[in-house]
């Protein structure tokens, strides 16, 4: 019997992986030269070859990849004519250059299985090997085919896909499946793959997918942007540019427990304003779908190609072309075009598609239980849609959490920027450049909340000037810039990104209960015009940057704190009462409550004049060349 062991390196890709595969020697029970709880022991013909961690935070999963019915393409004619051999480069990632080869392993030509016009599926304990069929619609490994309710209850369960040219299993038009306990190994494309996003009520659960390989070249930007990618006969679906283990593109499944290691992201959840393919005139939204359980998902080795992709992507855009060729065009980074509003009233169902949902009408997604590690941008990164996230874990990644809309509720969550083990990267590659940061405010009006959040081992331990040590003198506090696990220099506990003068806060957010365990630098305002000489003035965000520390577990002042910007042409603007607390690190203000939550302040009247309001940024006032926003005065 064949396994797979799964890599816990940072980079999983066909140029550099640590996946290995062994054969089972023999498996030997009850005995008792082992740990406590270690049931069995299980002897490999071939020697490990990599370090393969298990720690109290994350392990190396195993699949057993060998089943007793086998369904395989052909040995002489099925591999691609001409494969990766790992020697292809291109721009430096994380101090790496090695890429997978976009003119390589394009016609892998295997077997299928499809069930469809009125057909039952219930497949387990099957392998399927070589199978799928490189950029052919409809030719994967295992395929539901538009059955729509006819197939309640078909399964597809106890199984293994490896080597596979082209997808693990799609769901396409079909509901009240199961999908469930496979084992996915070495596949092109995306893996769980519900197609066109019409398709609901179905179970994917304990499901294992390892070392997913993308098509193209992986897109990336500067900022929040990627290039485009538009279908054509290289690409038959454009968002296999960032192939991951599963595509999720209507939320009102039921996703649990599964993990997937490698990929452009580890679970994708694409927004899809109208749904693909036969469904495209379909009357429902996907992405206004409401969530069922989003449960205890692990993913990890993925995000490498792009800092905001993330291991969970709630991300990238999948739309019909508007030059009425009727081809899709995939944009992989931030869209403000197209949003997820998961919504209670189906305003398709009532004629009235792109209705606005009203708030009391508005839903939240729920990420429950969730885990991200190894990730060397962000765990889990969302553009758009309100979201609650709950009971969720990173451990060893750049980034805990990215929320970029309104409207977040995250609860008892545990960032572990560094676990103190010595992160697998590539030649050239270097931890130093995976961040570390806990969680950063963004300038966009975001009225989170954080609740109940413990942060572990986050923000840098010190510089030439700064030991960062007045909330913490431990001296393996944070993470400093040690080979092998060290982290950036500016990372930080919590960040303040301050791009801009139409985007300030405005709606305050709030956190509750946080907890900081051997933690280095908490704060960082980051001015990001403080680069030029002479700086111009910071931006109106970052002069308005605020949060409510509701029980002062933040500040350290056990007491209701209002955190405000400390930069310095914020002037007077936080500092309100003479015992105001200015944390030089952020550099923020703190404003304790007093007296009971009034404060002393006098009555003033301001009317809003919305023209004046649209020229800032532009041109009353504005970033960088433009003219100063200065403020015309403080209350005190």
């Given at each position: 019997?064949?396994?797979?062991?799964?890599?816990?390196?940072v980079?999983d890709?066909?140029?550099?992986?640590?996946?290995?595969?062994?054969?089972?020697?023999?498996v030997?029970?009850?005995?008792?030269?082992?740990?406590e709880?270690?049931?069995?022991?299980?002897?490999?013909?071939?020697?490990i070859?990599?370090?393969?961690?298990?720690?109290?935070?994350?392990?190396?999963?195993?699949g057993?990849?060998?089943?007793?019915?086998?369904?395989?393409?052909s040995?002489?004619?099925?591999?691609?004519?001409?494969?990766?051999?790992?020697?292809?480069t291109?721009?430096?990632?994380?101090?790496?250059?090695?890429?997978?080869?976009?003119s390589?392993?394009l016609?892998?030509?295997?077997?299928?299985?499809m069930?469809?016009?009125?057909?039952?599926?219930?497949?387990?304990?099957?392998?399927?090997?070589r199978?799928?069929?490189?950029?052919?619609?409809g030719?994967?490994?295992?395929h539901?085919?538009?059955?729509?309710?006819?197939?309640?209850g078909?399964?597809?369960k106890?199984?293994?896909?490896?080597?596979?040219?082209?997808?693990?299993?799609?769901?396409?038009?079909?509901?009240?499946?199961?999908?469930?306990?496979?084992?996915?190994?070495?596949?092109?494309?995306?893996?769980?793959?519900?197609?066109?996003?019409v398709?609901e009520?179905?179970?994917l659960?304990f499901n294992?997918?390892?070392?997913?390989?993308?098509?193209?070249?992986?897109?990336?930007?500067?900022?929040?942007?990627t290039?485009k990618?538009?279908q054509s006969?290289?690409?038959?679906?454009?968002?296999?540019?960032?192939?991951?283990?599963?595509?999720?593109?209507?939320?009102?499944?039921?996703?649990?427990?599964?993990?997937?290691?490698?990929?452009w992201?580890g679970?994708?959840?694409?927004?899809?304003y109208?749904?693909?393919?036969?469904?495209?005139?379909v009357?429902?939204?996907?992405?206004?779908?409401?969530?069922?359980?989003?449960?205890?998902?692990?993913?990890?080795?993925?995000?490498?190609?792009?800092?905001?992709a993330g291991?969970?992507?709630?991300?990238?855009?999948?739309?019909y072309?508007?030059?009425?060729?009727?081809?899709?065009?995939?944009?992989?980074?931030?869209?403000?075009?197209?949003?997820?509003s998961?919504?209670?009233?189906?305003?398709c169902?009532?004629?009235?598609c792109?209705?606005?949902?009203?708030?009391?009408?508005?839903?939240?997604?729920?990420?429950?239980?969730s885990?991200?590690?190894?990730?060397?941008?962000?765990?889990?990164n969302?553009?758009?849609?309100?979201?609650?996230i709950?009971?969720?874990?990173?451990?060893?990644?750049?980034l805990s959490?990215?929320?970029?809309e309104?409207?977040?509720?995250?609860?008892?969550?545990?960032a572990?920027?560094?676990?103190g083990?010595?992160?697998?990267?590539?030649?050239?590659g270097?931890t130093?450049?995976?961040?570390?940061?806990?969680?950063?405010?963004?300038d966009?009006?975001?009225?989170?909340?954080?609740?109940?959040?413990?942060?572990?081992?986050?923000?840098?331990?010190?510089?030439a000037?700064?030991?960062y040590?007045?909330?913490?003198?431990s001296?393996?506090?944070?993470?400093?810039?040690?080979?092998?696990y060290?982290?950036?220099s500016k990372?930080?506990v919590?960040?303040?990104?301050?791009h801009?003068d139409?985007?300030?806060?405005?709606?305050m957010?709030?956190t509750?209960?946080?907890?900081?365990?051997?933690c280095?630098?908490?704060?960082?305002?980051?001015?990001?015009?403080?680069g030029?000489?002479?700086?111009?003035?910071?931006?109106?965000?970052?002069r308005?940057?605020?949060?409510h520390?509701?029980?002062?577990?933040?500040s350290?002042?056990?007491e209701?704190?209002?955190?405000?910007?400390?930069?310095?042409?914020?002037?007077l603007?936080?500092?309100?009462?003479?015992?105001?607390?200015?944390?030089?690190?952020g550099?923020l203000?703190?404003v304790?409550?007093?007296n009971g939550?009034?404060?002393?302040?006098?009555h003033?009247?301001?009317?809003w004049?919305?023209?004046?309001?649209?020229q800032?940024?532009?041109?009353?006032?504005?970033n960088?060349?433009l003219?100063?926003?200065l403020?015309?005065?403080?209350?005190?």
């Amino acid at each position: 019997q064949r396994i797979v062991l799964v890599t816990t390196a940072v980079k999983d890709s066909r140029d550099w992986h640590q996946n290995e595969e062994f054969t089972i020697m023999s498996v030997e029970d009850n005995i008792t030269a082992v740990p406590e709880g270690v049931g069995a022991v299980v002897y490999l013909e071939e020697s490990i070859q990599h370090r393969h961690v298990a720690n109290s935070g994350y392990q190396a999963e195993v699949g057993l990849l060998t089943r007793d019915i086998v369904i395989q393409g052909s040995e002489l004619d099925s591999e691609p004519s001409s494969t990766d051999d790992g020697t292809y480069t291109d721009r430096s990632v994380y101090g790496n250059s090695g890429a997978p080869d976009p003119s390589k392993n394009l016609d892998g030509f295997g077997g299928h299985v499809m069930v469809h016009n009125g057909g039952l599926g219930y497949v387990e304990g099957v392998e399927l090997y070589r199978m799928g069929q490189t950029n052919v619609l409809g030719r994967y490994p295992m395929h539901f085919h538009v059955l729509g309710n006819d197939c309640t209850g078909c399964y597809f369960k106890d199984s293994s896909v490896h080597r596979s040219f082209y997808r693990c299993i799609s769901i396409h038009g079909t509901h009240n499946t199961t999908t469930t306990e496979n084992v996915a190994y070495d596949v092109t494309g995306y893996c769980y793959y519900l197609e066109d996003g019409v398709e609901e009520d179905n179970t994917l659960s304990f499901n294992l997918v390892a070392h997913v390989h993308f098509m193209g070249k992986a897109p990336y930007g500067g900022g929040q942007t990627t290039e485009k990618n538009y279908q054509s006969v290289d690409m038959i679906l454009p968002a296999d540019a960032t192939a991951s283990g599963f595509y999720i593109t209507n939320v009102h499944n039921d996703v649990i427990g599964n993990v997937a290691s490698g990929g452009w992201a580890g679970f994708a959840f694409p927004i899809l304003y109208q749904p693909l393919g036969p469904h495209k005139d379909v009357n429902m939204r996907p992405s206004s779908r409401t969530s069922k359980t989003l449960d205890g998902n692990t993913a990890h080795s993925a995000g490498w190609w792009w800092g905001h992709a993330g291991a969970f992507y709630f991300g990238a855009t999948l739309y019909y072309n508007t030059d009425g060729s009727g081809l899709l065009v995939y944009n992989a980074g931030r869209d403000t075009s197209f949003g997820r509003s998961p919504c209670l009233v189906d305003k398709c169902a009532a004629g009235n598609c792109g209705g606005y949902c009203q708030p009391h009408e508005q839903a939240w997604v729920r990420l429950s239980n969730s885990k991200a590690f190894l990730t060397p941008g962000v765990g889990l990164n969302s553009w758009t849609g309100r979201m609650e996230i709950v009971g969720y874990e990173a451990h060893d990644v750049g980034l805990s959490l990215e929320a970029l809309e309104s409207g977040f509720w995250v609860d008892n969550m545990l960032a572990v920027c560094r676990t103190g083990e010595n992160l697998a990267m590539p030649p050239n590659g270097q931890t130093t450049y995976i961040k570390g940061d806990g969680f950063f405010w963004y300038d966009t009006g975001q009225e989170h909340i954080i609740s109940d959040a413990t942060f572990r081992n986050c923000g840098y331990r010190q510089s030439a000037t700064n030991n960062y040590d007045q909330y913490d003198s431990s001296p393996t506090r944070g993470c400093y810039t040690e080979s092998g696990y060290g982290c950036q220099s500016k990372s930080t506990v919590f960040g303040f990104l301050t791009h801009s003068d139409t985007h300030n806060p405005e709606v305050m957010q709030a956190t509750k209960n946080i907890k900081f365990e051997n933690c280095g630098r908490r704060f960082y305002l980051r001015d990001f015009r403080d680069g030029n000489n002479p700086p111009p003035p910071s931006t109106v965000s970052g002069r308005t940057q605020n949060w409510h520390d509701h029980d002062g577990t933040v500040s350290g002042y056990d007491e209701p704190t209002l955190i405000g910007s400390g930069l310095a042409d914020a002037g007077l603007w936080w500092e309100v009462e003479d015992d105001a607390t200015f944390d030089t690190h952020g550099p923020l203000w703190f404003v304790k409550q007093q007296n009971g939550p009034d404060r002393n302040l006098g009555h003033i009247k301001l009317e809003w004049d919305s023209s004046l309001h649209s020229q800032v940024g532009d041109s009353i006032c504005g970033n960088g060349p433009l003219i100063d926003c200065l403020p015309e005065g403080y209350i005190k």
